[in-house]
């Protein structure tokens, strides 16, 4: 695998990347690390323009795929709202596409609806990078947790991870499971029982040849995780306020906790929080969300400039 | 008592094998409305057969199938055979089989999916397994398993 093989390709679903580019775009990112923190300065995409179509609300996706670009050299344009955009007078996504392609050397979308980044992707003739579509595709996320937990625990291969919360509508911990099954990672899906990880899912990651096991409780697995990535239950999700709080009571972690966990385990979250993780925890060695929403930086850097062709100076 | 039964034709298509009572269904989606049309169809249902037992036969005069309408016939009766007939003779024989790529012929039942929001593309599918018959919306993802309710 070469750099240049990603030249012009779209990014638009995890299942569609070989664990060989995923393995690719890990190890560019892990180069990117320091540019990111802005220990060194290059400009490897100077002239180059990143279109950002964010027909949803996003603030961690979208800056840090601002911060990635301006890091690199080059420059952004594009919106992050629908409503002041030609889409309120009417227009089709592929006419909004085609004119942002014009624009732009590459383009990130978020939207609504599911699929919306493929239909971008067939009607750009520059290379397309999906930042959440709906409840489907969200792979920067994917990629960037990978890439959180390759660094801390060395591999992916047979690591214990633990999806926990809300296994049934997140799309988040659906991408995951996937890009984790393909590396043979055992996945324990720990959620109340309305909220588990649907069959639908399952099925295919079972097929994979994926090791899965349910759970109703964070207790059962706190002792053989490598991984404890927490995911937020919406209180929209429960009729009921009691039952809402008996839930989240549950799917808490805290430091107390985490005394019984492996000593290298780590915790993390796509963020924003609320109640599920105990600002007690932030403090021990095991909290790696905020290092999480930073790995989005080299992660989309990574991927700005393999998509491009951008080259580093030794 | 004179017996009744289905000529052979001379030029048009036949479409033999179909799973006893899923002829209607096929007549159905090539959308053959008997107050337009200027040609003779046969609906042959519950026919005995070697082969099945039992199946439902159908003739369509004058008339070739496209691609795309063959293609249907697969989704809703696999296996069955469609005889191009000119003639009298069997010009060309097709075994239906179920299509790889399935465009512009299913709609996607997800009402969230980009499909269905009036942008300039056709629904489409890729096969993902013959038995079940499984199909994933190329855009959504999602998987559609009941095949005949969205045949369009």
Known sequence: MQDKDFIGKD??????????????ILQTAKKMVDIARG????KPLEGKILGTAFFEPSTRTRLSFESAMLRLGGKCLGFSEATTTSVAKGETLADTVRMLASYSDVIVIRHKYEGAARLAAEFSDKPVINAGDGAGQHPTQTLLDLFT???????????????IGDLKYGRTV?????????????????????LQMPDHIIGPLEEMGAKTQKFNALEEVIESCDVFYMTRIQRERFPDIQEYNKVAGIFRLDARMLERAKKHAIVMHPLPRVNEISPDVDATKHAMYFEQAFNGVPVRMALLLLLLGGEMDA | MRELKITPIVKGTVIDHIP???????LKVLGLDVQEIKYTVSLGIHV???????????????????????????????????SIIEKGEV?????ASLPKRAKGIMKCPNPNCISNTGEPVEHDFILVSEKPVKYRCKYCERMLEDVLKNII
């Not at chain 1, 990014?11 to 690719?24: A, G, M, P, Q, W």
């Not at chain 1, 220990?39 to 290059?42: A, G």
């Not at chain 1, 937990?149 to 999806?163: P, R, S």
């Open chain 2, 48 to 82: 005995r057969s070697n082969k099945l037992g039992w199946k439902d036969i159908l003739k369509i005069e004058e008339r070739e199938l496209k691609k795309s309408e063959v293609d249907k016939i697969a989704l809703i009766a696999p296996g069955a055979t469609i």
């Open chain 1, 39 to 42: 220990k060194r300065v290059v």
């Open chain 1, 174 to 194: 659906h991408s995951l499971a996937h890009a984790l099954a393909k590396f043979n990672a055992n996945l324990y899906f720990v959620a109340p029982e309305t």
């Open chain 2, 20 to 26: 006893a009572g899923m002829g209607l269904k096929v």
């Open chain 1, 149 to 163: 937990m390759k660094e801390k625990l060395g591999k992916l291969e047979d690591i214990n991870v633990a999806l």
């Open chain 2, 91 to 95: 010009k060309e024989k097709i075994k």
């Open chain 1, 11 to 24: 990014i638009v679903s995890i299942r569609e990347l070989s664990n060989e580019e995923i393995e690719h």
